[in-house]
């Protein structure tokens, strides 16, 4: 269980959640509702080593086909099997079971430098995309 | 020459925007994409009933002594073969073999036609047809601005179309009845592009609304849902239909997209006839073809789909297909004789996927 509230933010919407030593990633709320009908997700291999704002995924609606970016950089240690047989996880379950990715991360501080709760709730009030 | 105009909206536009849909910008049209999710109003569609706002569309009336002649002129079909209250679908070939616009012909009197065309190709359509009336004792109208239409589809569409206007339902499949409607002179045909039984409503844009409001506050017993322009690309890509514009055009004729059915080369002299006829002897060297994924990912137009390594063609229509939960998509390949089953590979994002020729269409009504 993801608790939103203690999640951390992007502004291109990924959400990510610190636990132990790795960092979960998905998608918020918002960009789930933006993305609509999630039919399927493309994940990449465990082991892989990312950069953060590193195009890592693509999740597709039946109108069009978006990018998630890595919120971090690290090592992919494991992606959510679940979202082959029922990518719709992602919109009804975005900050929980439609996670997308687990994240070793390779610098300790670069989660802290996303946006909290409040700052991105501040962000989409803006009017962020 | 065109110049670039601000969008338009249809008569329906307010009641979008209060009922939520997502409005997009449409060959220059401001329609709702979705209202709630793609899926679920293509799945309403399939299982009960959904509303399209098509008001989009163009109408053009034909009437005079000579209208049949001007009809049997300008498209492939056999108007000739509709009596007052038929329709019939057809295309209006160039004279090279091309596709002018795919229409709804509508016979409403011996000397009346009413013909729905798209609305991308609505001037074009107009321009062409009044150069070929020329010479022919025949008055032609657009009327686009006038009609706002509406369109009724699922299998409970006739049940809810008879409580709209009692008796309709006996309208037979591609009948066109005129009728009153909220007491202006409408037309209801037995059409749709969904694949599913259903009707369209042709009425006048000061009614629209009434019709579109009738058919929301009747139709929650019937499971209807408002449905946006998403569903509509679904619906019709399942059933095989043809996009003008992405699957069909002035360089494509009827037979490479498979709709050899629509050219009646029996008929007497029509535009194109010529050339068709050389088409349909010498045969043709592209076909229109349908693809399913093999696995996930979604297929879109203009992907690549290779065989053994070579191009076969892209694709001109694809999207992820809600009744299969798969990918379908159809293009034009420039071999003729692949076998449904025929493994092929599409270039998805820099993977390679696999896929299979796939039988057109992809969704037939179940009997």
Redesign the interface.
């Known amino acids: 269980m993801t608790n939103a509230d203690a999640c951390r933010y992007t502004k291109s919407h990924e959400w990510a959640a610190s636990a132990g030593d790795v960092v979960t990633v998905g998608v918020s709320d918002h960009a789930q509702k933006e993305i609509?009908?999630v039919?399927?997700v493309?994940l990449p291999k465990v082991g892989r080593k990312v950069s953060k704002g590193e195009a890592v995924a693509?999740v597709?609606?039946?109108?069009a086909?978006f990018d998630i970016y890595a919120p971090i950089s690290g090592e992919i240690v494991a992606v959510n099997g679940e979202l082959?047989k029922a990518p719709g996880l992602v919109n009804e379950s975005p900050q929980d079971k439609g996670w997308f990715f687990r994240v070793k991360p390779a610098n300790a501080g670069e989660l802290g430098e996303l946006m909290d709760a409040a700052a991105y709730d501040k962000f989409l009030k803006a009017g962020g995309h | 020459m065109t110049t670039a105009s601000a969008a338009r909206r249809t008569p329906l536009y307010e009641l979008h925007k209060e009922a939520g849909g997502k409005i997009v910008d449409f060959h220059g049209w401001e329609l709702p994409v979705q209202y709630s999710s793609i899926v679920k109003e293509h799945q309403a569609v399939r299982t009960a009933c959904g509303i399209f706002d098509v008001s989009h569309m163009g109408q053009v009336t034909v009437s005079g002594p000579q209208a049949l002649e001007f009809v049997q002129k300008i498209n492939s079909n056999d108007a000739e073969r509709l009596k007052p209250g038929d329709a019939m679908y057809s295309h209006m070939p160039n004279e090279r073999g091309g596709i002018v616009d795919d229409i709804i012909v509508s016979r409403l009197a011996a000397d009346r036609f009413f013909i729905v065309v798209n609305a991308a190709t609505r001037e074009k359509d107009f321009a062409w047809m009044t150069l070929q009336a020329k010479g022919l004792d025949v008055r032609l109208a657009d009327r686009g601005d006038d009609y706002g239409m509406v369109a009724l589809q699922g299998p409970r569409a006739a049940e809810l179309m008879d409580v709209i206007a009692p008796g309709s339902a006996k309208l037979k499949r591609f009948g066109a009845l005129e009728l009153e409607l909220f007491g202006e002179p409408s037309l209801i045909t037995r059409t749709g592009y969904t694949g599913e039984d259903g009707c369209e409503f042709i009425v006048p844009t000061a009614v629209t609304p009434l019709v579109w409001q009738a058919l929301m506050a009747k139709g929650s017993a019937f499971g209807l849902l408002p449905c946006g322009l998403g569903a509509r690309d679904t619906l019709r890509l399942e059933a095989g239909y043809l996009l003008y514009g992405s699957d069909i055009d002035d360089e494509h004729s009827p037979f490479e997209a498979g709709y050899g059915w629509v050219v009646k080369l029996t008929k007497k002299d029509f535009i194109g006839k010529k050339w068709l006829e050389a088409q349909k002897d010498s045969g043709i060297r592209r076909r229109l073809t349908g693809i399913r994924m093999l696995e996930g990912g979604v297929p879109r137009a203009g992907m690549a789909v290779t065989l053994d390594g070579r191009r076969l063609g892209t694709l001109s229509s694809a999207s992820f297909s809600p009744t299969f939960r798969i990918g379908i998509g159809m293009g034009y390949f420039d071999r003729t004789d692949l076998a449904a089953g025929t493994r092929v590979a599409l270039d998805m994002h820099g993977r390679t996927v696999a896929a299979e020729v796939a039988a057109l269409p992809f969704y037939r009504l179940p009997k």
């Open positions: 609509t009908d039919v399927f493309d693509v597709e609606s039946v109108k086909a082959a």
